[in-house]
Each structure stands twice: as C-alpha cells, then as structure tokens.
C-alpha cells in the first residue's frame, strides 16, 4: 500500500515555498498542512524568513505553529497575504470539500480573508465532481441539534452526525458537524446557498471559488494546479 505521507510533505513544501518575509499567513489544519506549518517554522528558526505572523484555524494548528517559533495572532479584519491548507476533495476547477478535521468554520472564516489560497494534498484527493468521495461537513449549532437535522435531510437526504464515541463530535466553536452524503450531480453553488439558509447551519465544507492553485503530490511527482 502506498504510504501518503512522503508525498503531502512534498506538496506541503512547494506551498511553503511561496512564503515570503513579512507575510500574514493563513495557517490550515490537518495532517497536510502540519507539515507546511513545519516547514514555515524550520525556515523562520534558520533565519530564511522574518516578520512572519501566522493566523491559525484551529486550536491545534495554534499550538502546533507556537511550538515551531512562529508568532500566532487572532483573525481580525486585516487581509492575509496568502493561506496554506489541507483538503479533502479537489475538483477540476479547485472546487473543494474540506471540513473532516472538524475546522471548517474557522479555515472559511480565514481563508476567505487571504489574498491567495494555496491548497496541498495528495493525488487521493482530486475528484471529478464534488461528492464523489468524501462527505460533505455541515457545521450546526448544538441547541437544537435534532431538529436541524431534519431540515437537512429534507435537502440531503443520506448523511449522519459526526458521533466518534458515546458522544458527538464537537468542534473548537462548541458545534457539531453533520456529514452529508450528495447527490451525484448535484448543483453544488445552488446546493451551498440552500444549506446557508437553513435554520441551525453555522457553515458548510464547500470552498467554492476560493482556491488560487493546488500542489497536488502523486508518486510521478507534485502537479501544480491553477483555477
């Protein structure tokens, strides 16, 4: 079986390539972008970059990019020059699914403030329409819960809360996350303005016409792919 591994670092390292001194960079969550984050704190220890400030999207990307010796403020109204993340499903045209690490909330509340968005994953992650592998995650609030889901599946129909163990999976904002299942052929633009309507949905995992590029790593070497 081909170990993942070896090829999201290289992906992640091409990303954070693109870092340059000065930057406020997005920081994203997951096990790929753990590496990028690395990456970005072994070339600040070596002196290659200064002035960097990074905006985590999860409490453990925070303390991860605290651990490597990078200065970690809050998001406020200020742009990013650029963010560095994880996905888990990339469409032709940079269409993404994200949210299975549980940071959807805060990664679109980041992401959408950066001037580029550099995607990083492995070639398992390029799909041809959005839905074909992964679920999508829809993040709810917890008061009310039972009736939310309700009205999702009267949306989409095929899914379940996210429970690991005897309790549900609850996110760095306090909610839960449902896990939809699409419908193949879905209208996914149609399909996010309807879920963002719905009554007890805090966010969804669609990143729709964010991505800039996607360093995509396969054992013939890292794609880079542009929108």
Known sequence: MLDLEPLKKEA???????IESGMR?????GST????????????RSG??????????????????????????PLDPRPLDIAIDGADEIA??????????????????????ARRLIIIADHSKIVGQI??????????ARFGFLSTIERLRQIVPGGRLRQPGAQPYVTDNGNYIYDAQL??????????????GTLGVVETGLFLGM?????????????????
């Open 131 to 140: 839905g074909e592998k992964a679920p999508l995650p829809i993040e709810i």
């Open 25 to 29: 960079v997005g920081l994203g969550t």
């Open 12 to 18: 992640a390292l091409r990303a954070a390539a693109l």
């Open 183 to 196: 419908r193949p052929g879905s209208d996914i633009a149609a399909l996010e303005r309807e879920l963002k």
């Open 211 to 227: 991505a800039e590029r996607a360093f995509v790593a396969s054992p013939d070497g890292v794609q880079e792919l542009t929108r």
């Open 48 to 73: 290659e970059l200064s002035g960097i400030v990074g905006v985590a999207t999860s409490e453990a990307s925070d303390a991860l990019a605290r651990e490597v010796g990078l200065t970690v403020e």
């Open 92 to 113: 032709p045209n940079l269409d993404l699914i994200k949210g299975l690490g549980g940071a959807l909330l805060r990664e679109k509340l980041t992401e959408v403030q």
């Open 33 to 44: 972008a753990k590496y990028a984050i690395e990456e970005i704190g072994r070339r600040v």
